[in-house]
């Protein structure tokens, strides 16, 4: 069973039309919760870090929101170069390991079309 | 070179094979991971090492072999290696030790191995 769920695994949206993703867990002891972009044959790259309910960040078009159990990336507007898959990350204490456990999403691969 | 880089990109092995990844960062960063990516599965922390030190090891077969001979370079060393370990191998970096802060991932080695 995994611990962090991302929704939708799929979503495809026109250019302008906005919309959010979701990333769930059910692992307690909250420590961070991380957002990152892949596009196809990269690593992935950080976007954005959050560590309590309540907080919010933004850059350009999107804005990731965390609660208690869940966390939204919201796309305002997409554009074409949106496209990629995002990955959400929890970071957990864990009483075996000093650094905590880390748990990826299974991700969702966003397509926008023009 | 910038940023995390990862060669070679691109590897086939047979099982009986003896192979290894690099890894380097050029951010004066002071921990290094190695992760595995298969498809349609989360992405899973392998090893961590913090200023030099191994830190973490997840439960990792130990045809895996990691090597950190100071703080900008990692090797990952691969031998008599299975089928099922065919992924998406990255490396990552981060400022501080330890899995809190934001990480940045080089652009993987595809590995296969037949």
């Known amino acids: 069973e995994d611990q962090v769920t991302q929704s939708p695994e799929a979503l495809r949206l026109q250019e302008g039309e906005s919309s959010s993703l979701n990333c769930s867990y059910t692992?307690?002891?909250?420590?961070?919760l991380f957002w990152y972009r892949q596009d196809p044959g990269k690593g992935p790259e950080f976007l954005f870090t959050?560590?309590?309910a309540g907080e919010e960040k933004e850059k350009e078009r999107l804005k990731a929101t965390l609660t208690k159990k869940e966390s939204f990336l919201h796309i305002t507007a997409p554009k074409p170069e949106d496209s990629a898959t995002y990955l959400c990350?929890?970071?957990?204490?864990?009483?075996?390991?000093?650094?905590?456990?880390?748990?990826f999403g299974r991700g969702t691969q966003l397509t926008v079309w023009p | 070179e910038t940023g995390v880089t990862q060669t070679p990109r691109h590897l086939v092995m047979g099982m009986t094979n003896k192979k290894s990844l690099k890894c380097e960062q050029h951010?004066?960063?002071?921990?290094m991971y190695w992760y595995k990516q298969s498809a349609k599965k989360p992405l899973e922390l392998m090893f961590v090492?913090?200023?030099?030190?191994?830190?973490e090891n997840n439960s990792v077969p130990s045809r895996f072999s990691p090597e950190c001979p100071n703080s900008s370079h990692l090797f990952l060393h691969l031998h008599t290696l299975q089928p099922e370990d065919s992924a998406l191998y990255l490396c990552?970096?981060?400022?501080?030790?330890?899995?809190?802060?934001?990480?940045?991932f080089g652009p993987g080695t595809r590995l296969l191995v037949l």
């Open positions: 959050l560590y309590s």
């Open positions: 951010l004066g960063h002071n921990a």
């Open positions: 692992v307690s002891g909250l420590r961070g």
């Open positions: 090492y913090s200023l030099e030190e191994r830190v």
């Open positions: 990350a929890v970071l957990t204490a864990d009483r075996g390991s000093t650094l905590g456990r880390l748990y």
């Open positions: 990552a970096s981060s400022q501080n030790p330890g899995l809190v802060g934001p990480q940045y």
